[in-house]
C-alpha cells in the first residue's frame, strides 16, 4: 500500500513525469540567451530544449526540407514570414521575441570613441562578417559599411563566417583583427576574451527584428506551445534584455 501511495503522489508532484521535449532551431546571435532561458524553462515547466543553433538562411532551408524542429526563432523577420506563407508554420503565432545590436568587436583592447576609425587603421588586415546572403546580421554588416562609404575600400580585406558564431571565432583567434558580430554575443559573462567594442549606430543599418515561429509539426506539441507562450513572459523578457536585446 505504501508503494502505491508513494507512485500516486510521485505521479501528481513531479512535473519531469510529464515532460516533454521541444526541439528549438536557433539563429546562432541568440544562443547563449537560449541556454540561460532554457534553464529557467526548464525548471519551471520540466519540459526540455533541444537546441540546434546556425543561419537564419541555412536552418530555414532545412525547415523547408523536413528538419524534425518545432520551433524557429530566427535572427530576422523574413524567414519566419516565409514559412508561415509557405504553409510550414502555425499562422498567428509568430512574434518578435528581440531586437538585434550590432557591434564591432576586437579581442584586444579599443575604445568606443574610436568608432568606424579603427577599421581603416594599417594594422586591419581582415575585417570578419557574416555571410550577408544568409545571416542578418551579415547584411546588417554590409549595410552598415556601404552606408559609412567604407564598403569598396574594405571589400578586398574582408572575410565571411557562416554566421556570427564563426565570425566570433574568427576574431577571438586573431584570423581577424575586427568583425560585426551581436551585441550579445560579447556579453556572455562566460567569455574570456575583452568585450571592448563600439556599437553600431542603428542608422546605418535595418532593423534586426527577430521573430520565432511555431512549426506546423508541432502544433499539438504542448511543451512547444508552453515555449512559445514563455518566451512573452515578463521574466523571459528581463533575460532578453540583460542578454542586450531590446524588446517590443
Known sequence: MKRILLSLYLSFSSPLLYADEVKVAVATNFLTTLYILAASFE???GHRL???????G???????????????????????MLLEKEGLAMPGRRMT??????????????TSQEGARILQQPGIRHVAIANPATAPYGRAAYQALNAMGLWSVLESRIVQGED?????????????QVGFVALAQIRNPRNTFSSDHW?????????????????????????????????QTAQARMLIQQSGYGTK
Do not use: C
Open 43 to 45: 525548471q519551471e515547466t
Open 50 to 56: 533541444l537546441i540546434s543553433a546556425g543561419s537564419t
Open 58 to 80: 541555412k536552418l530555414y532551408a532545412q525547415l523547408r526540407h523536413g528538419a524534425p524542429y518545432d520551433v524557429f526563432l530566427a535572427a530576422d523577420e523574413k524567414h519566419p
Open 97 to 110: 521575441y528581440a531586437l538585434g545590436r550590432l557591434v564591432l568587436w576586437s579581442a584586444h583592447p579599443m
Open 164 to 176: 556570427v558564431g564563426q565570425v566570433l571565432q574568427f576574431v577571438a583567434s586573431g584570423n581577424a
Open 199 to 231: 556599437l553600431v549606430p542603428e542608422d546605418l543599418y535595418d532593423p534586426i527584428i527577430q521573430d520565432m515561429v511555431l512549426l506546423k509539426k508541432a502544433e499539438n506539441n504542448s511543451a512547444a506551445r508552453a515555449f512559445m507562450t514563455f518566451m
